[in-house]
């Protein structure tokens, strides 16, 4: 008999929550990842992703189980995806030092494009102390880009290609440098410089001139203050 004939409710029936659909688990881990790049993993809820999608929290209890599921699903089918992009576009060079680090500067350029929220997220839960996702970076990208490329450059050095003046393993830290926190702090500096007229190609053809010469060989004879 119905609730209207007994006049009990009636429970749940299993299965999905209604408003369900094809493409909504994506959409709930992109209603995820904006809440914590915008007010960081410890301070978003389960409710406040639900409220971010306009669904009920029942659709993330069905999709992710709880916070942590749901946290484990962002990290790695988007966190891990947005370095993969970058992953891919080193492949896709040859082996010239220079190539290799424009690869990686149009990587990630691709990558923030692509995922505009990861420079943000990168600030917050990474590098400040206590982040969730900076175990993320040393266990699982780190081996993947990182340290492969720090490999690479020092090969590339006792092979008398790069500047043997830089640090294989800083160069890989000024890369990320140049590439993540000026589209992070790009709300600042493009209001202080009224810099509106930079777009993305425009940085990413700037960090590649600086970084062209930055890596050269130096001259012979030529002497360093």
């Known amino acids: 008999m119905s609730q209207a004939a007994t006049g009990k409710p009636q429970p749940r029936r299993a299965g999905r929550p209604a408003g369900d659909g094809p493409d909504q688990r994506e959409r709930l881990l992109d209603a995820a990842v904006a809440c914590y790049s915008r007010i960081g993993i410890g301070a978003t809820s389960l409710r406040s992703i639900a409220r971010e999608a306009n669904v009920n929290p029942a659709l993330l209890h069905y999709y992710f189980g709880d916070k942590s599921q749901l946290q484990e699903a962002v990290m790695q089918e988007r966190l891990v995806a947005a370095f993969d992009t970058v992953r891919a576009s080193l492949q896709r060079a040859d082996g010239d030092i220079a190539a290799q680090v424009a690869a990686f500067v149009r990587g990630m350029d691709e ?11 990168w600030v917050r839960e990474v590098l400040c102390e206590g982040g969730a996702l900076r ?19 020092a090969q590339a050095q006792r092979d008398g290609e790069m500047n ?11 890369l990320v440098g140049l590439t993540l926190f000026p589209a992070a702090g790009a709300p600042i500096w493009r209001q202080m410089f009224q810099a509106d007229d930079i777009d993305a190609d425009a940085m ?22």
């Open 135 to 153: 175990p993320l970076l040393v266990d699982r990208v780190a081996p993947l880009i990182p340290r492969a490329m720090a490999a690479r450059f």
């Open 204 to 225: 990413r053809e700037h960090t590649i001139a600086l970084l062209d010469n930055g890596l050269a060989l130096a001259a012979p004879g030529a002497h360093h203050a």
């Open 164 to 174: 043997p003046r830089l640090d294989p393993r800083l160069l890989v830290v000024s």
């Open 111 to 121: 990558a923030i494009a692509r995922y505009p929220w990861l420079p943000a997220l």
